[in-house]
Protein backbone atom coordinates (compact mmCIF):
# COMPACT_ATOMS: atom_id res chain seq x y z
CA UNK A 1 0.00 0.00 0.00
CA UNK A 2 1.81 3.04 -0.86
CA UNK A 3 0.60 6.85 -0.21
CA UNK A 4 1.10 9.35 -2.58
CA UNK A 5 3.70 11.28 -0.64
CA UNK A 6 5.70 8.27 -0.60
CA UNK A 7 6.04 8.66 3.23
CA UNK A 8 5.74 4.62 3.69
CA UNK A 9 8.51 3.72 1.07
CA UNK A 10 10.69 6.06 2.46
CA UNK A 11 10.41 4.63 5.96
CA UNK A 12 10.53 1.12 4.59
CA UNK A 13 14.09 2.01 3.43
CA UNK A 14 15.18 3.58 6.53
CA UNK A 15 14.63 0.64 8.75
CA UNK A 16 15.78 -1.24 5.51
CA UNK A 17 19.04 0.68 5.71
CA UNK A 18 19.17 0.98 9.63
CA UNK A 19 18.91 -3.12 9.53
CA UNK A 20 21.91 -3.44 7.34
CA UNK A 21 24.02 -0.98 9.09
CA UNK A 22 23.11 -3.12 12.48
CA UNK A 23 24.20 -6.30 11.23
CA UNK A 24 27.44 -4.98 9.47
CA UNK A 25 28.67 -3.25 12.93
CA UNK A 26 27.88 -6.68 14.46
CA UNK A 27 29.51 -8.35 11.91
CA UNK A 28 32.71 -6.06 12.41
CA UNK A 29 32.93 -5.83 15.99
CA UNK A 30 32.76 -9.96 16.35
CA UNK A 31 35.44 -10.41 13.83
CA UNK A 32 34.41 -11.86 10.27
CA UNK A 33 37.94 -14.14 10.32
CA UNK A 34 37.84 -17.56 11.81
CA UNK A 35 40.71 -18.52 14.53
CA UNK A 36 43.05 -20.59 11.97
CA UNK A 37 45.75 -23.30 13.94
CA UNK A 38 48.86 -24.88 12.06
CA UNK A 39 49.26 -27.42 12.58
CA UNK A 40 45.60 -28.47 12.58
CA UNK A 41 43.69 -29.10 15.62
CA UNK A 42 40.54 -30.88 15.77
CA UNK A 43 37.63 -28.00 15.93
CA UNK A 44 39.67 -25.22 13.94
CA UNK A 45 40.38 -24.03 10.35
CA UNK A 46 43.00 -25.57 8.50
CA UNK A 47 45.38 -23.01 6.56
CA UNK A 48 48.61 -23.71 4.28
CA UNK A 49 51.89 -22.50 6.09
CA UNK A 50 53.04 -21.11 3.00
CA UNK A 51 50.77 -18.51 2.51
CA UNK A 52 51.71 -15.11 3.83
CA UNK A 53 51.66 -13.80 6.47
CA UNK A 54 52.28 -17.00 8.28
CA UNK A 55 55.82 -17.10 7.66
CA UNK A 56 56.34 -13.69 8.21
CA UNK A 57 54.42 -14.96 11.71
CA UNK A 58 57.06 -17.72 11.83
CA UNK A 59 59.63 -15.18 11.13
CA UNK A 60 58.88 -12.36 13.40
CA UNK A 61 57.95 -14.99 16.39
CA UNK A 62 61.78 -16.76 16.30
CA UNK A 63 63.56 -13.61 16.47
CA UNK A 64 60.95 -12.41 19.16
CA UNK A 65 61.80 -15.99 21.59
CA UNK A 66 65.12 -15.36 20.43
CA UNK A 67 65.19 -12.11 22.67
CA UNK A 68 63.69 -13.61 25.42
CA UNK A 69 66.17 -16.96 25.42
CA UNK A 70 68.99 -18.26 27.62
CA UNK A 71 70.84 -18.18 24.27
CA UNK A 72 69.84 -14.26 22.91
CA UNK A 73 73.86 -13.90 22.26
CA UNK A 74 74.23 -16.42 20.13
CA UNK A 75 73.38 -17.16 16.41
CA UNK A 76 69.36 -18.35 16.34
CA UNK A 77 69.17 -21.81 15.71
CA UNK A 78 65.53 -22.28 14.51
CA UNK A 79 62.78 -25.22 14.16
CA UNK A 80 59.34 -24.99 12.38
CA UNK A 81 56.42 -27.08 13.20
CA UNK A 82 55.59 -30.75 11.24
CA UNK A 83 54.38 -30.49 7.81
CA UNK A 84 55.97 -27.37 7.18
CA UNK A 85 57.31 -27.34 3.41
CA UNK A 86 60.80 -27.07 2.57
CA UNK A 87 59.69 -23.50 0.04
CA UNK A 88 58.68 -21.99 3.53
CA UNK A 89 61.79 -22.94 5.34
CA UNK A 90 63.59 -21.05 2.62
CA UNK A 91 61.24 -17.93 2.44
CA UNK A 92 61.16 -17.99 6.51
CA UNK A 93 64.87 -18.12 6.44
CA UNK A 94 65.35 -15.07 4.25
CA UNK A 95 63.83 -13.15 6.79
CA UNK A 96 65.70 -14.24 10.00
CA UNK A 97 69.39 -12.44 10.02
CA UNK A 98 72.08 -13.92 8.01
CA UNK A 99 73.57 -15.67 11.12
CA UNK A 100 70.71 -17.63 11.56
CA UNK A 101 70.42 -21.59 10.34
CA UNK A 102 67.48 -24.68 10.36
CA UNK A 103 67.62 -26.42 13.19
CA UNK A 104 69.56 -30.17 12.68
CA UNK A 105 69.37 -33.56 14.84
CA UNK A 106 71.60 -33.53 17.61
CA UNK A 107 71.38 -29.44 17.86
CA UNK A 108 70.70 -27.99 20.78
CA UNK A 109 69.72 -24.58 22.17
CA UNK A 110 66.60 -24.63 19.24
CA UNK A 111 64.33 -21.71 18.81
CA UNK A 112 61.27 -24.04 18.16
CA UNK A 113 57.26 -22.70 16.51
CA UNK A 114 55.03 -25.54 17.83
CA UNK A 115 52.03 -24.01 17.04
CA UNK A 116 50.61 -20.95 14.86
CA UNK A 117 46.92 -19.34 15.91
CA UNK A 118 45.63 -16.60 13.70
CA UNK A 119 42.53 -14.35 13.32
CA UNK A 120 42.27 -11.90 11.18
CA UNK A 121 45.14 -9.20 12.46
CA UNK A 122 46.12 -11.20 15.52
CA UNK A 123 48.01 -14.06 16.40
CA UNK A 124 49.67 -16.57 18.99
CA UNK A 125 52.41 -17.94 18.06
CA UNK A 126 53.73 -21.20 20.15
CA UNK A 127 57.30 -21.26 20.53
CA UNK A 128 59.75 -23.61 22.61
CA UNK A 129 63.20 -21.77 23.96
CA UNK A 130 65.78 -22.52 25.98
CA UNK A 131 66.48 -21.29 29.58
CA UNK A 132 69.67 -22.51 30.94
CA UNK A 133 69.41 -26.45 31.55
CA UNK A 134 65.68 -27.21 29.59
CA UNK A 135 63.01 -25.48 27.46
CA UNK A 136 60.23 -23.02 28.80
CA UNK A 137 56.77 -22.86 26.33
CA UNK A 138 56.82 -19.10 25.32
CA UNK A 139 53.41 -17.79 24.19
CA UNK A 140 53.73 -14.66 21.78
CA UNK A 141 51.11 -12.60 21.18
CA UNK A 142 51.44 -10.93 17.77
CA UNK A 143 49.40 -8.32 15.64
CA UNK A 144 49.93 -7.08 12.01
CA UNK A 145 48.22 -5.96 9.57
CA UNK A 146 48.63 -5.90 5.30
CA UNK A 147 51.30 -3.32 5.09
CA UNK A 148 52.45 -3.71 8.79
CA UNK A 149 55.14 -5.99 9.75
CA UNK A 150 53.92 -8.50 12.07
CA UNK A 151 54.90 -7.60 15.69
CA UNK A 152 55.24 -8.93 19.28
CA UNK A 153 52.58 -7.66 21.22
CA UNK A 154 53.79 -9.34 25.05
CA UNK A 155 54.79 -12.52 25.62
CA UNK A 156 53.18 -14.78 28.30
CA UNK A 157 55.95 -17.41 29.70
CA UNK A 158 55.06 -20.91 30.32
CA UNK A 159 56.01 -22.28 34.04
CA UNK A 160 56.09 -25.73 32.13
CA UNK A 161 59.15 -27.56 31.73
CA UNK A 162 59.45 -29.06 28.26
CA UNK A 163 61.21 -31.88 26.40
CA UNK A 164 64.08 -30.49 23.53
CA UNK A 165 62.06 -29.88 20.51
CA UNK A 166 61.82 -32.64 17.74
CA UNK A 167 63.71 -31.15 14.62
CA UNK A 168 61.65 -31.19 11.82
CA UNK A 169 63.91 -29.66 9.23
CA UNK A 170 63.13 -31.19 5.79
CA UNK A 171 67.11 -30.81 5.00
CA UNK A 172 68.06 -32.76 7.85
CA UNK A 173 68.67 -35.38 5.90
CA UNK A 174 71.56 -33.64 3.86
CA UNK A 175 74.29 -32.36 5.70
CA UNK A 176 74.58 -28.83 6.28
CA UNK A 177 76.64 -26.31 4.12
CA UNK A 178 79.79 -25.63 5.88
CA UNK A 179 80.26 -21.69 5.92
CA UNK A 180 82.82 -20.23 2.78
CA UNK A 181 86.43 -19.13 4.60
CA UNK A 182 86.98 -15.72 5.14
CA UNK A 183 88.81 -14.21 2.69
CA UNK A 184 92.07 -12.91 4.20
Same mark, same amino acid.
Given at each position: ??? %??? %?????????????? &??????? &????????????????????????????????????????????? /?????????????????????????? $????????? %??????????? $?? $????? /???????????????????????????????????????? %???????????????????
Amino acid at each position: MAT %TDG %TLSTLIRAHASLVA &CTLGAGL &CLSGCAPQQTFPPTTGRAVFDASVPPVPEIMAAAIKGAHAKSSVA /DEPIVYNLPPGVLKETWKKVDSMLPE $SARPAYPND %TNIISVEQIRM $SG $SLGEV /DVLVPKGNFYQLLTLHMEGAIFDPWKVKFVQPWTIRSEPP %TCNNPYAADPPIPAAPAAG
